[in-house]
């Protein structure tokens, strides 16, 4: 979604813009400005399409200051063209600002300053508008008040990011709902919307908290609260280099990506055992939990909120904390959750799943259960990230930082991760023996080498993309853990290759889906071996009989049976545990995915509509 970044006290500050905003690209966007302060004007260039465009016109019209803030924009108001592009100048020429999020209340506000001229479409706009009249009717000039008087009038969600010509060192930032963080390394201040635009310039950072706002100088920064009273951002050092974002020989970071999960799995599985105090059987722990034991032994009912691929790993979740905890669990699309009554109390446990920790549909959903004094555990990529600061326990999945919008090591990982919750909820109530646990995560640290196995299939799977690259409707069916599976094989396809395709529970088939079935038809089954495998069996014949070609991911115990029915197998070697499969059998739809997607010209790692972070709702 949306990227911002802010600079000052560089002698070439629009240089470092451009470089960060690059850094930012990942997120998905569809226009890109830049605005500079030099204390004689503020000016502005910004264009529609790719940072190519906006390159392009630097080169045609250098812009030199030591102070500026750049943008890339994801359209929600107004189409994406050159006049709706970030940043937007008040009238007077004596404000700028960029913006991510929804000012909800922007009409009115718009309506409030009578008959002022907008020159956007957007909802943005009216916060440049609002704090030049603010600063206006300041005896002294002073960004930082002028801000916190247009934030206390703002609905909606926000990480605003303005400039203003009679202050030319000074940046002001402000936070609701929508990530900002700021940083001061040598002389330079910055902010801006993900630490991936300022790791080459430092690692010690502060998240903004909602409700705060700072002034950023070349000296340093400093975060007040909408009274102006001194506040403290959250504090932290990124755990990983700029090396980890790049893309380090690979053709695209989805493929990077997807080669990383041994590694990834390995680590979000590293170092979960601790052993008790006084000695004892070590025992499963959280990162950070700000829950007693007690509390979730209380717990009645589960709930698992997240969005997209993430909740895609909620699936297996259900599966392993059902099996292991005995807790019931229901497993919800986070936007949905609030808009309902859902029955939470104090014995509910919510677990919301996201990479990024940003996205606003799970963040909102989860506080929702919070308001009803529901206990939240978070299970995020991102450390510091908004989901994982409120959230009263955290289990962080170390995938390193994920890049492509497609996420891929992302939920491998966000699986290994609720296979830890379930172990671990079935430690705390009792349900498991500590040996057991143990047991069981000493399988689970065989994963990583079968993966690597599951890799050397790249060439078997590309070999199929070959083929089938111009299918026009792929179906994907599965069963118990093979379900959420092939309904990621089916959103992998669909976002990066933009075919049609459609995921079902292998046995629904039969009550409706399977008259689509025609002579040709692609049909992607999950069949490896296990307690579901003679039903798919079936259900692979249903569709056979019809006409359809089958690709069926199966695994050593079952390939044989296979081979008799599928017109193509990929076999996986056998996972440590039944649960763990999905993490081994989702590698091939992966490739699938991005060998269609590359086959077919397609930009795989910032697919058209979509972004990596979804900060609107
Ligand atoms: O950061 P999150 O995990 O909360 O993101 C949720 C979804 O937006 C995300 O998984 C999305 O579906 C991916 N693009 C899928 O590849």
């Known amino acids: 979604m949306c990227g911002i970044i802010g600079i000052t006290g560089r002698e070439d500050a629009v240089e470092g813009i451009i470089r960060g905003l690059t850094r930012l690209e990942y997120r998905g966007y569809d226009s890109a400005g830049v605005v500079t302060n030099n204390g004689r004007d503020l000016r502005t260039i910004k264009r529609a399409g790719k940072l190519e465009v906006l390159r392009r016109a630097l080169d045609e019209q250098p812009l030199a200051a030591s102070t500026g803030i750049?943008?890339?924009?994801?359209?929600?108001?107004?189409?994406?063209?050159?006049?709706?592009?970030?940043?937007?100048?008040?009238?007077?020429?004596?404000?700028?600002?960029?913006?991510?999020?929804?000012?909800?209340?922007?009409?009115?506000?718009?309506?409030?300053?009578?008959?002022?001229?907008?020159?956007?479409?957007?909802?943005?706009?009216?916060a440049a508008h609002l704090a030049a009249r603010e600063l206006a009717a300041l005896d002294e000039p002073d960004l930082l008040t002028a801000v916190r008087r247009v934030v206390s009038q703002l609905e909606g969600a926000y990480s605003l990011c303005f400039v203003a010509l009679d202050e030319p060192d000074t940046i002001v930032v402000a936070k609701h709902e929508a990530p900002l963080i700021v940083a001061h390394a040598d002389g330079v201040g910055y902010c801006a919307s993900d630490v991936a635009a300022l790791i080459e310039h430092t690692r010690?950072?502060?998240?903004?908290?909602?409700?705060?706002?700072?002034?950023?100088?070349?000296?340093?920064?400093?975060?007040?609260?909408?009274?102006?009273?001194?506040?403290?951002?959250?504090?932290?050092?990124?755990?990983?280099?700029?090396?980890?974002?790049?893309?380090?020989?690979?053709?695209?970071?989805?493929?990077?990506?997807?080669?990383?999960?041994?590694?990834?799995?390995?680590?979000?599985?590293?170092?979960?055992?601790?052993?008790?105090?006084?000695?004892?059987?070590?025992?499963?722990?959280?990162?950070?939990?700000?829950?007693?034991?007690?509390?979730?032994?209380?717990?009645?009912?589960?709930?698992?909120?997240?969005?997209?691929?993430?909740?895609?790993?909620?699936?297996?979740?259900?599966?392993?904390?059902?099996?292991?905890?005995?807790?019931?669990?229901?497993?919800?699309?986070a936007s949905e959750f609030r808009y309902r009554d859902p029955i939470v109390d104090p014995h509910t446990l919510v677990i919301a799943i996201s990479q990024s920790g940003e996205t606003i549909d799970t963040?909102?959903?989860?506080?929702?259960?919070?308001?009803?004094?529901?206990?939240?555990?978070?299970?995020v990529n991102v450390v510091g990230s908004t989901l994982a600061r409120q959230a009263d326990g955290v289990l962080y999945t170390h995938a390193g930082p994920e890049v492509a919008v497609a996420s891929t090591k992302a939920f491998t990982t966000q699986i290994v991760g609720c296979l830890l919750l379930g172990l671990y909820l079935a430690q705390v109530r009792g349900r498991m023996y500590a040996t057991e646990v143990s047991d069981i995560l000493a399988r689970l640290g065989q994963v990583p080498a079968a993966l690597e196995q599951v890799l050397d299939l790249d060439g078997e799977v590309r070999e199929l993309a070959e083929r089938y690259h111009d299918s026009p409707y792929t179906m994907f069916i599965g069963r118990h853990a093979g379900l959420p599976i092939a309904m990621e094989g089916a959103l992998k396809l669909k976002?990066?290759?933009?075919?049609?395709?459609?995921?079902?529970?292998?046995?629904?088939?039969?009550?409706?889906?399977?008259?689509?079935?025609?002579?040709?038809?692609?049909?992607?089954?999950?069949?490896?071996?296990?307690?579901?495998?003679?039903?798919?069996?079936?259900?692979?014949?249903?569709?056979?009989?019809?006409?359809?070609?089958?690709?069926?991911?199966?695994?050593?115990?079952?390939?044989?049976?296979?081979?008799?029915?599928?017109?193509?197998?990929?076999?996986?070697?056998?996972?440590?545990?039944?649960?763990?499969?999905?993490?081994?059998?989702?590698?091939?739809?992966?490739?699938?995915?991005?060998?269609?997607?590359?086959?077919?010209?397609?930009?795989?790692?910032?697919?058209?509509?979509?972004?990596?972070?979804?900060?609107?709702?």
């Open 70 to 126: 750049g943008h890339t924009r994801w359209a929600t108001h107004g189409e994406p063209n050159d006049r709706n592009a970030h940043p937007h100048v008040d009238p007077s020429g004596r404000v700028a600002v960029v913006h991510n999020g929804i000012i909800e209340n922007y009409q009115l506000l718009k309506a409030g300053l009578g008959d002022a001229r907008f020159a956007s479409d957007t909802d943005s706009e009216v």
């Open 204 to 333: 010690q950072v502060a998240a903004l908290l909602d409700g705060q706002i700072a002034r950023i100088t070349p000296e340093g920064f400093e975060v007040v609260d909408v009274d102006g009273a001194p506040v403290e951002p959250h504090r932290y050092t990124v755990d990983w280099d700029l090396d980890a974002a790049e893309k380090q020989g690979y053709d695209h970071f989805m493929l990077k990506e997807i080669h990383e999960q041994p590694q990834a799995v390995a680590d979000t599985l590293l170092d979960r055992l601790n052993a008790p105090p006084g000695g004892g059987v070590p025992r499963l722990h959280l990162d950070e939990l700000r829950l007693d034991e007690g509390e979730l032994r209380r717990i009645d009912k589960v709930f698992i909120l997240a969005c997209g691929t993430s909740l895609h790993a909620g699936m297996v979740g259900k599966l392993a904390i059902e099996h292991w905890a005995g807790i019931p669990v229901d497993v919800e699309v």
């Open 363 to 379: 963040i909102a959903a989860a506080s929702h259960a919070r308001d009803q004094r529901a206990p939240v555990i978070s299970l």
């Open 495 to 617: 976002e990066i290759s933009y075919l049609h395709a459609e995921a079902f529970p292998a046995g629904e088939m039969k009550h409706g889906p399977i008259a689509l079935i025609e002579p040709g038809s692609l049909v992607v089954a999950l069949a490896p071996a296990g307690h579901v495998f003679t039903k798919m069996v079936s259900n692979i014949q249903e569709v056979k009989a019809r006409g359809a070609a089958v690709l069926a991911i199966g695994s050593q115990g079952s390939v044989v049976a296979l081979k008799e029915h599928a017109d193509h197998v990929l076999t996986l070697p056998e996972p440590p545990h039944e649960l763990a499969g999905p993490v081994l059998s989702v590698v091939p739809l992966q490739l699938f995915s991005y060998h269609v997607a590359t086959r077919r010209g397609e930009d795989v790692d910032q697919p058209r509509n979509l972004a990596k972070t979804v900060t609107v709702e």
